[in-house]
């Protein structure tokens, strides 16, 4: 199932607005929402509340039982401890035998919605990592908890979020619990929201790793090994032979190792322009290992229809990133769920080797720092890149110009119950919450349409790598370069794309040109940051995979998109200042004078003011 949305009136004899409500929700889910999806299912479940499934495929995700108890789920639900697929029935009746306490039972990435018939109460329970995104929002009358975040306009008025909105132009995500949309929120990680008799309450199942690992490296890396193998045997047993990114990065190749060690079945694919180097260094290992490899390129289809994948995007992706980033994404993923069952993808081995905290402890010549130098992190991460701020109003440019206090709070509230934890956990902590929120979108929004999976953000394996002394996560670690040697050591021999290095444990003999081999690719990178700040253009590697100026400027001159830049047809207008947004368009009457950066900008200000578009549409409903 692609998502559910519960909405629960608070006062059961208010059933005349209730039922009004549901009408509206179900003309606008119809009309905005229909064309996206297989099925779209409204069930009155009971006169007090109503739920609506979205689902791509005809996969059951509903069970309601004899006593009036139901439970819906989305995405994809693992028993932690077994080889095994949960479906609705089979989770409900967990949560029969154990109460909440069934939480600590799962794994994978999921949203779940139960209705206790006896307590009269509706529980809303997210992944450990929240991994798949839901909203909630809440009115006088109604408590709303959805996948797509314009609904939450049935029950409120949608308004900017000003703040989201400065975190989204510096980072191109949100980092904070916010949404674009004031006072709604994302579901917390871990968490069971309760509502009964109207009221609702919150609490954690799990709680954030304080300290590292008493298992000695040999027993770690062997404990890791057989949880990866564990999970390719889950993905297999439940999906068959699914389709996996192969890069020349360590976290791809620490998935295709557990799957190669098994001889399961999988298909890989390879993003990028067929002479990108990646690409080619790729199909060059697939063949030596007897891999099948796929390069997924954007098509002429893709090019002849930008617009459209940049309104999906934005519609389905509530605005969590820019259109034009995440219709690509989604493109992308289309294309390789034609491949295989499933899709796999290697997000985010950051915590199985170097993390945020890698500058602290470089600066500190790996030495354990006393605390997190947040001042330090800003310059070089968070605050790294401005953006162009002289189109806006002056009191949206005084939120700006506090964001360094702002991140600052929001790293120092992520991290106030860790600060006797060493400082990689603490900075891991904010990263998982915080910083990877661009992933968690375009892995939630990819789980739309298709089944999606991190192995590396499983439960079975994230509480272990959490747990994994920072002296083994060094130099781009010798526990992930362990973990693969033992899967597959021959595919570990193999040259990443960490300065060319490979993934053999090193030993007296090797660790001198290992050490000097990274250390150039490290430099290689601190150089580039530091031409960013000085403005100099530095191309990502994304954009050496593909040509993207002429697909950004064939977006740009589309009609649909042009409409957006009208001043009197937005609505940022709030923010942004007539004349300055109509001297910014002036410079993009020539085109062959702009940049990536320069394209990027004008998008990310685009989608959202398309968002807040639709956002009108259903508040004048």
């Known amino acids: 199932m692609a998502g559910t949305l519960l909405l629960i009136s608070k006062d059961k004899k208010n059933t005349k607005q209730l039922l009004s409500k549901i009408d509206q929700l179900k003309t606008y889910i ?27 495929n005809d996969k059951e995700k509903f069970y309601i039982d004899k006593e009036g108890n139901w439970l819906a789920y989305e995405g994809t639900v693992f028993a932690l401890d077994e080889t095994k697929t949960y479906d609705a029935e089979d989770l409900l009746n967990l ?36 991994y798949k995104t839901n909203f909630f929002a809440e009115s006088e009358n109604f408590l709303l908890f959805t996948p797509f975040l ?11 979020d000003q703040h989201a909105f400065n975190e989204f132009m510096w980072r191109y995500s949100i980092l904070s619990e916010r ?27 799990w709680e954030w790793p304080h300290y590292y690992t008493k298992l000695s490296f040999a027993n770690s890396v062997d404990k890791m090994v057989e949880s990866i193998k564990e999970s390719a045997r889950l993905i297999e047993h439940s999906f068959g032979k699914p389709c996996l990114d192969m890069t020349m990065g360590q976290d791809s190749r620490t998935i295709i190792s557990a799957f190669t060690n098994q001889n399961l079945p999988f ?42 994948y940049f309104e999906k995007a934005v519609l389905l992706g ?37 993390g945020l905290w890698i500058e602290m402890y470089t600066f500190n010549f790996y030495i354990e720092p006393k605390k997190v130098n947040i001042s330090l992190f800003l310059k070089l991460r968070a605050l790294s890149k401005n953006y162009f701020d002289k189109i806006f109003e002056p009191d949206f440019l005084e939120i700006k110009n506090d964001s360094s206090h702002y991140f600052e709070n929001i790293i120092k509230n992520t991290i106030k119950d860790h600060l006797d934890s060493p400082v990689s956990i603490q900075m891991d902590k904010f990263s998982l919450y915080r910083w990877t929120n661009f992933l968690n979108a375009t892995n939630s929004t990819g789980c739309l349409f298709s089944d999606s999976l ?55 003999f090797t660790y001198i040109p290992f050490w000097f081999r990274y250390s150039y690719f490290q430099s290689r ?84 003011g398309y968002f807040l578009s639709k956002a009108n549409v259903i508040r004048n409903d």
């Open 267 to 308: 298909v890989t694919s390879t993003y990028g322009k067929s002479e990108f180097f990646e690409v080619q260094a790729v199909k060059e290992m697939a063949k030596r290992h007897n891999i099948e490899n796929h390069n997924i390129q954007l098509t002429q289809n893709y090019m002849e229809n930008l617009w459209n």
């Open 150 to 160: 314009l609904t939450t306009g049935i029950i409120k008025k949608l308004e900017l």
């Open 179 to 205: 949404s674009i949309l004031k006072g709604v929120t994302r579901l917390a990680p871990a968490a069971i929201y309760k509502i009964q008799h109207g009221k609702i309450t919150t609490k954690r199942y």
């Open 525 to 608: 990178r601190l150089r580039n940051k530091i031409k960013t700040i000085l403005g100099i253009p530095v191309d990502t590697e994304l954009q050496e995979a593909w040509d993207y100026l002429p697909i950004y400027k064939l977006l740009f001159q589309n009609k649909n998109f042009q409409k957006n830049l009208i001043y009197e047809n937005m609505y940022l207008s709030e923010i942004i200042k007539e004349d300055e947004w109509n001297n910014l368009l002036d410079n993009y009457k020539n085109d062959d004078n702009l940049s990536l950066n320069d394209f990027e900008y004008i998008f990310k200000i685009a989608s959202i």
């Open 95 to 130: 949560y029969k035998n154990y109460g909440e306490d069934f939480t600590n039972k799962l794994d994978g990435h999921f949203v779940i919605k139960i209705y206790d018939a006896k307590q009269d109460s509706y529980l809303i329970i997210n992944d450990f990592i929240k």
């Open 454 to 508: 991190s192995p590396l953000l499983m439960r079975r394996n994230l509480e272990l790598a959490l747990q994994i002394p920072v002296r083994w996560k060094f130099n781009s670690s010798k526990f992930q370069r362990a973990v693969v040697y033992k899967l597959n050591p021959e595919l570990a021999r193999e040259k990443t794309d960490m300065g060319g290095i490979n993934m053999v444990p090193k030993n007296v």
């Open 30 to 56: 119809n009309n905005t929402y229909g064309e996206y999806f297989k099925n779209i299912i409204f069930r009155n479940i009971s006169p007090y509340c109503h739920l609506v499934e979205f689902r791509h």
């Open 318 to 354: 509530s605005c969590e990133l820019p259109g034009y980033l995440l219709g690509r994404i989604l493109f992308m993923k289309n294309e390789q769920l034609k491949l295989g069952n499933a899709l796999i993808n290697g997000s985010d081995g950051q915590f199985y080797k170097n």
